[in-house]
């Protein structure tokens, strides 16, 4: 299964934007890649997803570059509530399984 | 809809007893999945099942056993309990097909159940 890279944590301060990096460098053509967040004490939940193309939604956005290698899940401005770990996953359109790795740990400042 | 419930929420085991998770969803989803999270570290799918009546293993199936009897529930069960086992379980459930844009296989995830075994 293709792996995900992403820092372990990252702070930003409320209501500016955040840009949470993933790399995925082996990545194939199959796969999409998939955003899931975790709020504390509580299970994961959906956030985003995409194939090939930039995609929006009411929660953020994901920028994925032009070689798929890497992708990029924006918040337009972050809230204390998006304080959360942050997993970035890809998911083989053959199988079940997502393969979670240890996430962003996203840190919000009032 | 209560969504994706799970219980219990907490239990203490000692080594070499046995118990039972409940996942109940109520959202009329094919596919049902039991993952383990220990800490600091992401999630490791245990075994799921893709229809009543059906299971398969995932990731990290020994020591565990599941079964989907009806569509809406799925057990996860630990015959004996061992000190490795202590860890936060989480049940998801997700639709066949994509609905409203989502990917077909979209989970929707319970609060988890936190199993301490001394």
């Known amino acids: 299964d293709a792996k995900t890279t992403q820092p372990n944590s990252m702070e930003s301060n409320e209501e500016e934007p955040v840009h949470l990096p993933c790399n995925h460098s082996?990545?194939?053509?199959?796969?999409?890649i998939h955003w899931y967040r975790q709020l504390p004490s509580q299970g994961p939940e959906y956030v985003i997803h995409?194939?090939?193309?930039?995609v929006n939604n009411r929660m953020a956005s994901l920028a994925i570059a032009e070689d798929r290698k890497s992708s990029t899940l924006i918040l337009h401005r972050a809230t204390l509530r998006d304080a959360a770990v942050y997993y970035c996953?890809?998911?083989?359109?053959?199988?079940?399984?997502?393969?979670w790795g240890a996430g962003t740990k996203l840190i919000i400042k009032p | 809809n209560a969504g994706v419930t799970q219980t219990p929420k907490f239990r203490v085991l000692k080594t070499g007893q046995s118990m039972t998770l409940l996942c109940a969803q109520d959202?009329?989803?094919?596919?049902m999945y039991w993952y383990r999270q220990d800490p600091g570290m992401g999630l490791r799918l245990i075994h799921y099942?893709?229809?009543?009546?059906?299971?398969a293993k995932g990731e990290v199936p020994d020591g565990y056993n599941v079964s989907r009897l009806k569509k809406q529930n799925f057990l996860l069960g630990l015959e004996s309990a061992a000190p490795s086992q202590t860890s936060v379980y989480f049940c998801?459930?997700?639709?066949?097909?994509?609905?409203?844009?989502?990917?077909?296989?979209?989970?929707?995830f319970g609060p988890g159940t936190r199993l301490t075994v001394l």
């Open positions: 998801a459930s997700s639709y066949d097909r994509p609905i409203s844009g989502l990917p077909r296989d979209t989970q929707y």
């Open positions: 959202m009329n989803h094919e596919y």
């Open positions: 099942s893709v229809g009543e009546g059906t299971t």
């Open positions: 082996t990545i194939s053509g199959t796969d999409y």
């Open positions: 995409g194939l090939t193309s930039n």
């Open positions: 996953i890809l998911r083989d359109g053959s199988n079940y399984q997502l393969i």
